[in-house]
């Protein structure tokens, strides 16, 4: 195999697929990159098993052929390679076996692997294909993949839940504490479609799709693969029934608080400091007289927080882990809030009034009903 | 104690001081950061009895006093307080003793320690004083500290000789494998001076100082203690004799190489980074043809670099750890690079053609002399 490619184009592939590389395998050649010449393109894969990158950059090829080098490694020479073109040309056998880089000055042998240890990215079969605005998608992943669960223990908490259903497609990830939800337009062809996806696979694919252009999902019984420009991503979903989570979003409420999602979010990075440092975490809000006041404590002291609100209904007191609620105004967005409550032993929900995005979060029992 | 100042100059004068706060100490005082409010103003101050800084802020003093606040989480508190007026307000007695910290919206109460126990920063007695320029003082900083010691069993070895002589001020640093040695021009009065600084204090003084300004170093027999604008930082200095390090310096060479910094500088960045995945971190160098031959090896491959140079005297092999050529060639500045050496066992010297700067690294044998 060898080639003639552009450093910088290089290391932005290495970049990319390097998402999916496993840190440390048992299977070595996991901790390796592919990289497969032929026609006028090379391409470079990783995967980690669960899910796999795959890219291709433009290449004046000079004999086709495939390798596996380490990754993290070759990565590593990418990023330092002078700008201008690279050339990389692999022996497989004898004692000069070995992949040999070489640009203007400087040259380095790194030792391969056999392409034929490496695994094939799955095929996604009878999959079922959407396509969304790049912006969109990296949007719905932003605005929930953080609730979804780190607990390995119930593997269907892990993922995210994505729906089509009536000219829109949903995203939902809930951990047992909380929930966000949130919806975009759809107007193609395919309804009543459910998959979930590793809530990891989608933080990866968002930092490879890019702010404009679509990205076509391709959604099949057991695997879903992203295509974005010259990547695919391709991943196992997640077997099992999502919770079913409209239940969980009560309708009703009693008491109704609107409030700016800047001065919240400011105040609550205050008091989950002194709640962080207290190991409680824990944040009291009453709401009473427009206004909302937040405290929270630890042995080295209290805070006492007022955040003017409107508010409409009953007055309340009711607690929260504060890193919930700190991760929810991080990622609902600007603009107003509206949060409903019924009692402070019963979920709390939050609406953006420029979406129609839901978040719920549970309160920590400290009140009595 | 009771006074009104700017949130702003709160937070930059906390991100000052907290530099010499202590991170765990056996006293819980040396964790905090000792406020006094007097005057037109409040002085702030952290020590870790190694070295301390007081920052002094205006502020409207309603009471005069001064209270320890737990140091770290009071400058995050800073950090997160909005824009404008803060009002601290101490009550050192009674059920309700502790910090109340009120600004628009919010009121937080820290608990409070007493005063009396925070430690004095020394006063420098018998001081001679030197002013230098901010730059100045900074470049001499950055180009030498770094070849400090870290390890403490040879306690002069962690710290930088300032010696005053002839109409300029050195400093030096050096480890027992290499020495770094700057001069900047000094038309002061102080002549014969030497002091030991500790290095760890000149890297958290060079954090301090401005771009501009004049900066006045204090010298005693025990302590140093430099102003810079409100800010007061005093450290111990390291006792005992410091290495005669002319000595070290050979005048002689029988081999010259003219290199360009950056090019030595990125070829290092790669050669050192298969070197340092080899963990023997070692970079071989060859001297011959107007080309400084550059490789490295670990068990996932080797690096072969060549840099082009200007060659005087013999052809040359020499081994070197690949982290102190770059530690030299990230600090020694930009341009043009003399290398002299005598033999592949004898000190490498490096001198910037810009400065009178001077570094040395001691080769690793690994070829016969």
Redesign the interface.
């Known amino acids: 195999m060898r080639f003639i490619c552009d450093s910088t184009q290089l290391s932005e592939a290495m970049a990319t697929v390097s998402k999916a590389l496993a840190s440390k395998s048992v299977m070595p050649v996991l901790e390796g990159v592919l990289a497969r010449a032929s026609g006028s393109g090379v391409s470079f894969c990783c995967t980690d098993l669960k899910m796999g990158i795959e890219t291709v950059i433009p290449a004046q090829i000079a004999e086709e052929g495939e390798v596996v080098l ?1 990754g993290r ?1 070759f990565y ?2 990418t990023r ?1 390679l ?1 700008e201008g073109n690279v050339e990389i040309a692999v022996t497989t056998e004898g004692e000069n076996a ?2 040999v880089i070489t640009a203007p ?7 391969i692997m056999d392409a034929a240890d490496f695994p094939a990215l799955p095929v996604v079969e009878n999959a079922q294909r959407i396509v969304l605005p790049g912006k969109s998608l990296r949007d719905l992943i932003r605005q929930t993949a953080f609730a979804a669960s780190l607990d390995e223990s119930r593997p269907i908490l892990t993922g995210v839940l994505l729906e089509i259903n009536a000219g829109r497609v949903r995203f939902v990830a809930l951990d047992g504490y909380r929930l966000a939800m949130c919806d975009a337009p759809y107007d193609g062809e395919v309804q009543g479609m459910k998959a979930v996806i590793p809530a990891s696979t989608l933080t990866r694919l968002a930092g490879i799709v890019g702010d404009s252009g679509n990205v076509a999902l391709e959604i099949g019984p057991s695997h879903v693969g992203v295509d974005v420009d010259n990547t695919r991503l391709v991943s196992r979903l997640l077997e099992g029934e999502f919770i079913r989570y409209e239940q969980i979003i009560p309708q009703d409420y009693t008491t109704r608080a609107i409030v700016d999602q800047a ?1 919240m979010a ?2 609550l ?2 008091a989950a ?2 709640a962080r ?1 207290g190991h409680s975490n824990l944040v009291r809000l009453r709401l009473a007289d427009a206004k909302l006041y937040m405290t929270s404590n630890s ?10 609100i409107q508010l409409e209904g009953k007055d309340l007191e009711i607690a929260f882990n504060a890193r919930y609620l700190v991760d929810i105004f991080k990622n609902i967005g600007a603009g107003t809030v509206v949060m409903s409550f019924t009692t402070n032993v019963s979920p709390c929900i939050l609406r953006p009034e420029a979406s129609s995005n839901t978040y719920l979060v549970l309160p920590v029992r400290v009140y009595g009903a």
């Open positions: 380490q490694l590593e020479i330092r002078p070995g992949a000055g400087l040259r380095t042998r790194l030792f001065a400011d105040a990075d205050r400091m002194l440092d042995e080295s002291g209290d805070m006492y927080e007022e955040v003017p």
